[in-house]
């Protein structure tokens, strides 16, 4: 079973422009999560998608948004990028929501974003 | 409002010994809660879960010890190994509140020879 793919692996942007990160969840999973991670704050929660729909969202500005299409492939994008928006962005997928082991969630390798 | 603090924030152990890594939550809410290990260039991947209704889960070598009154667990890695070395993070998850999860600093572990 192939596992969460995110691309493109690694970006490098210039401050003020977009970007479009792209999220393959796991055959079958229909819930997707984004994460921000930096070595400043660590892991953390951007939002959650299932069946298409925003179900969580963290404490980001507007600039980061999501969505999801119906075929649970997730993307987010990030507007007028800031120098602070350098970070992992990881992607994980869960075959629903809940906690436990039987939705597990699988995280992706992440893209490397670097804003210049 | 950091709601899990872990520690520490690195940690070396000698090929053998025992590692230890602490995790404290603030929410009561919070009844999942799941440790990562994460090797460089790749994503966080779950270890060991554990729920505030049981006190110590183990796996293999790895073992979970819960607190419930003191809001603090922590991860035992018996036996540590080379191959153990990666940064490991506590997180904490709400039953029906989605598939949030709320991450501690995470601890990055050197397991020398």
């Known amino acids: 079973k192939a596992g969460v793919t995110q691309t493109p692996r690694y970006l490098i942007k210039t401050r003020g422009q977009q970007v479009t990160l792209s999220c393959s969840p796991i055959s079958g999973h229909r819930s997707v999560s984004w994460y921000q991670q930096t070595p400043g704050q660590g892991l953390q929660f951007l939002f959650e998608y299932f069946s298409e729909t925003q179900r969580n969202k963290g404490n980001f500005p507007g600039r980061f948004s999501g969505r999801q299409f119906s075929n649970s492939r997730s993307e987010m994008n990030v507007s007028t990028l800031e120098l602070g928006d350098s970070a992992l962005y990881l992607c994980?997928?869960?075959?629903?929501?809940?906690?436990?082991?039987?939705?597990?969630?699988?995280f992706g390798p992440g893209t490397r974003l670097t804003v210049t | 409002q950091q709601q899990v603090k872990q520690s520490p924030q690195s940690l070396i152990v000698q090929k053998g010994g025992i590692s230890i890594i602490n995790c404290a939550y603030e929410n009561t809410a919070f009844d999942y809660f799941p440790w990562y290990q994460q090797f460089p260039g790749k994503g966080p991947a779950l270890l060991i879960a554990?729920?505030?209704?049981?006190s110590e889960k183990k796996e293999g070598r790895f073992t979970i010890s819960f607190n419930k009154s003191a809001k603090q667990f922590s991860l035992h890695i018996m036996d540590s190994q080379p191959g153990d070395s990666a940064t490991y993070f506590c997180?904490?998850?709400?039953?029906?509140?989605?598939?949030?999860?709320?991450f501690g600093t995470g601890t990055q572990l050197k397991v020398e020879l």
């Open positions: 994980a997928s869960s075959l629903g929501e809940g906690a436990g082991e039987s939705y597990e969630q699988y």
């Open positions: 997180a904490a998850q709400i039953s029906g509140g989605g598939n949030k999860l709320t």
């Open positions: 554990i729920r505030p209704d049981v």
